[in-house]
């Protein structure tokens, strides 16, 4: 059964920093690629960063370019989201994901498994 479980959010104020993980259970980590995803209340879940499953390339959505940094443990079945200089405007739950053979995709339909999220909430 794969479990993606994600952990690290709260509340913080403007210009703070958070440090998100997502832990896979039950799934081939190392050859998968790896998504960071977020929904804010009333909008649509939005693509924020992938990372290929060699940890070698990354992308960003540009709203979040040069602030946030997704990273990846294959030892330790783990994907990362560093958060810094955080806006109001990134308040939303985080959701990791993972896919097989997509490569850097910013498409939610591309991935086949999710965690079930973890609220950030950025203070003004």
């Known amino acids: 059964q794969v479990q993606l479980v994600e952990s690290g959010g709260g509340l913080v104020q403007a210009g703070g920093s958070l440090r998100l993980s997502c832990a896979a259970f039950?799934?081939?980590?190392?050859?998968?690629?790896m998504g960071w995803f977020r929904q804010a209340p009333g909008k649509d879940r939005e693509f924020v960063a992938t990372?290929?499953?060699?940890?070698?390339?990354?992308y960003y959505v540009d709203s979040v370019k040069g602030r946030f940094t997704i990273s990846r443990d294959n030892a330790k079945n783990t994907v990362y989201l560093q958060m810094n200089s955080l806006k109001p405007e990134d308040t939303a739950v985080y959701y990791c994901?993972?896919?097989?053979?997509?490569?850097?995709?910013?498409?939610?339909?591309?991935?086949?498994?999710w965690g079930q999220g973890t609220q950030v909430t950025v203070s003004s």
């Open positions: 039950g799934l081939t980590f190392s050859t998968a690629d």
């Open positions: 994901a993972a896919a097989y053979g997509v490569g850097l995709s910013v498409s939610l339909h591309d991935y086949h498994y």
């Open positions: 990372i290929r499953w060699s940890g070698t390339s990354t």
